[in-house]
C-alpha cells in the first residue's frame, strides 16, 4: 500500500509535557483519515508537526515517503493544502481576494483556476461580500479553497466542522467527499465529532493523551460493529443446536453469551431455544456505532 504519511515514534514535548508519545501512524493513499481524540488528545499537535509549524522532540514522519529531516520535504509539503486551527482568512477581503492573496504568498503568478475553485466550494454568487459576512460554513468552505491553491493532493483539516449549523456540515461533507472522489485528494481530517466522521472516514486514528491507540480502517470498525442480536443464556451449548439446523450465522462469546447474526427474528430464537430446553436471560439487538466503538476503546474493552 503506497503512504502518504508515516510516522514513527513521533514525539512531541512541551518541556516536560508529552504532548505526543510515540505515535505510529500510517495514511493511505486516497483515504479519508477521521483523526479521532478528545480536546487536548494532540490532534493538532500532531497537524502542527506535519506542516512543518513546529519540529519534533523525537521520531521523524515522512509525506510522499520523504522523511521530516530531508531537504526535499519542502517540495512533498508543496503537495499539502491545510487547515490548521481556523482558516487564515482576511476578513476585510472578498473570497476572490483572499485566493488571490494566496496565490501571491504561494508565488503563482499566472491567476488561472480561481473561478473553478470559487465555484467548487460553493462561493461563486459571493461577489463583492467580504468575508466578515460570511457565515461560518462559508468561511470553512472558503479556508478549504484557500488550502487547495497549488492543487495540492493532500489536505489536512483541523476540526472543519466544529460550530457550523447541520446545513454547514453536510456542504463540508459533500464538498470533501467530492475532493476525495472524483479529484482523488487524500484527507486528513481530525474531529470529535464521531456521527459525522463517520459519513465520511475510509481509514481512522485514535488519539488519547499524546498517544495513538488504535488505527484500523472503517471495514474493519464495520466489521467490530456488526448489527446481530445478542443473547445471554444458560447454556450456549443448546443455541448452537438450536441454531446449526436454522442456518444463521452466529458467535459464541462465553458459555452464556452469544451473538447471531443474519436476518432471525428474537421471537424466533425464543422459540428455537425453547423447543431444546434453552433458558433466556436477556435478548437484544445490539448495534453499535463509531461512537460506542471509541467509548469501548477509551475503556480498553477493545484490544489490540
Ligand atoms: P487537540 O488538538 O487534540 O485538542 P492539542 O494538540 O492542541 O490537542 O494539545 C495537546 C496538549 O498539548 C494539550 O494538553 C495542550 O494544552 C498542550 N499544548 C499544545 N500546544 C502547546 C504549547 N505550545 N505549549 C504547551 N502546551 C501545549
Redesign the pocket.
Known sequence: MEYVIRTENLTKK??K?L??SNVNMSIPKGAIYGFV????????????LLCGLQDPTEGWYSIYGIQNNDKRIIQSRKRMGAIVETPSIYMNMTARDNLIEQYRILGIKELDGIDELLELVNLAGTSSKKARHFSLGMRQRLGIAIALVGNPDFLVL??PINGLDPEGIIEIRELLLKLNREMKITILI?SHILEELSKLATHYGF?DK?RVIKELSAQEIEDLCRKCIRVDMDDTGKLCKALDDYGVEYKIISNHIADIYGDIAITDIVLKLAEVGGKVENIYNKDENLETFYIKLLRGDINE
Open positions: 512541551y518541556g509535557f504532548a505526543l481524540g478528545k480536546n487536548g488528545a494532540g490532534k493538532t499537535t500532531l497537524i502542527r483541523d476540526e481530525s488519539i499524546g
